[in-house]
Structure formats: structure tokens, C-alpha cells
């Protein structure tokens, strides 16, 4: 029921900022994680960056690890993803996603197969 919106992607240099933003709406008190995936070609979404709802803990792949951060606004019903020192190889389409399935295991979320509901994705472009 709940119904995500991406925004805030664009043109950036190697090695500068981006952050993103996930607006949530609808119903959105039934989904107990909520993570940041990125288009590869040819293969499922990757995984990228993952917050569990319930205690605010997150989990980074490791290729993002340092670079990359997500957190939460709850008054705002935003997600946002802080991107630092990026590079061409950071070029994608980037989506939120929520799940509705609660999983003690953070790394379970991994799976993009755990997540229900997709926003349509906004396009990052690291190039100089």
C-alpha cells in the first residue's frame, strides 16, 4: 500500500556529493525495512544500503562502505541516501524500496527478492 518517489539524482563530477531522496506515502507503517538498490544491467537490482525500520540499524555493501549513508526522517516520510566521493563506476539508476517482512538478521535484506514495494528510480551520472 505504500507508494515510494526517488528524486534527487543528476549530473555530478567524480568525487562529489549526491544525496538522494525516497518520499514515502500511502499506507507505510507495515513495512519494516527500507533499502537503496541500483539498476545493473543484465542482473537483478544490487543492493547498495538497507535501514531496519524497528531500531534504525543499517547495513552497507561493501562497496559503498564509507562512502554511502542511509538514514531516515520520519516526520518527513523521506529516506535519504548520502553519496560522497563518487565515481563513474557509481553511474546508475538508483531505486527505494520497502519490505513488509521483519527479519532479525539485517543481512537478510540483502535480497532484493525480500522487498515489496519499488519506486520508479532516479538516474545518477558521475562524469566529468
Known amino acids: 500500500q505504500v507508494q515510494l518517489v526517488e528524486s534527487g539524482g543528476g549530473l555530478v563530477q567524480p568525487g562529489g556529493s549526491l544525496r538522494l531522496s525516497c518520499t514515502t506515502s500511502g499506507f507505510t507503517l507495515d513495512y519494516f525495512a527500507v533499502g537503496w538498490f541500483r539498476r545493473v544491467p543484465g542482473k537483478e537490482r544490487e543492493g547498495i544500503a538497507y535501514?531496519?525500520?524497528?531500531?534504525?540499524?543499517?547495513y552497507y555493501e561493501d562497496s559503498v562502505k564509507g562512502r554511502f549513508t542511509i538514514s531516515r526522517d520520519k516526520t518527513k516520510n523521506t529516506v535519504y541516501l548520502q553519496m560522497i566521493s563518487l565515481t563513474p563506476e557509481d553511474t546508475d539508476d538508483y531505486y527505494c524500496?520497502?519490505?513488509?517482512?521483519?527479519?532479525?538478521?539485517?543481512?537478510?535484506?540483502?535480497?532484493?527478492?525480500?522487498?515489496?514495494?519499488w519506486g520508479r528510480g532516479t538516474q545518477v551520472f558521475v562524469a566529468s
Open positions: 535501514l531496519r525500520t524497528n531500531d534504525g540499524s543499517t
Open positions: 524500496a520497502t519490505a513488509d517482512t521483519f527479519f532479525q538478521d539485517i543481512t537478510r535484506y540483502t535480497s532484493p527478492r525480500v522487498f515489496d514495494t
